[in-house]
């Protein structure tokens, strides 16, 4: 079993900057591909931001592109999502979510992932 817990959600206000943790246990992680969706209240789980296994190739969705920077350190089994210029919408709760399949490939649907964490909330006010 892998454990994965978020944090690093808070109160910002719009234009503000945040960073996201997403600490792994329980087995080894390097191996797959880690990525961060996000959900609101009433609307399905949205994939933002994946890395693969090294760091060698990264996705975001259109809406955060040029905005937020996935990473990752394997040397401690940790991932992390920087977002900028945050904006109201990007208000949701943060999930962490771990791939456990050896394809370096970063799916974005939410049923390619099989470990995910509790969700961090991140809110942002106008």
């Known amino acids: 079993q892998v454990q994965l817990v978020e944090s690093g959600g808070g109160l910002v206000q719009a234009g503000d900057s945040l960073r996201l943790s997403c600490a792994a246990s329980?087995?080894?992680?390097?191996?797959?591909?880690m990525s961060w969706f996000r959900q609101t209240p009433g609307k399905e789980r949205e994939f933002v931001a994946g890395?693969?296994?090294?760091?060698?190739?990264?996705d975001y969705t259109d809406a955060v592109k040029g905005r937020f920077t996935i990473s990752r350190d394997n040397a401690k089994s940790m991932v992390y999502l920087q977002m900028n210029s945050l904006k109201p919408e990007d208000t949701a709760v943060y999930y962490c979510?771990?791939?456990?399949?050896?394809?370096?490939?970063?799916?974005?649907?939410?049923?390619?992932?099989?470990?995910w964490g509790q969700g961090t909330q991140v809110t942002v006010s106008s």
């Open positions: 979510a771990l791939r456990w399949k050896p394809i370096v490939t970063i799916p974005i649907t939410t049923n390619e992932y099989a470990y």
């Open positions: 890395v693969t296994w090294n760091g060698g190739r990264t």
């Open positions: 329980g087995r080894p992680v390097n191996s797959f591909t």
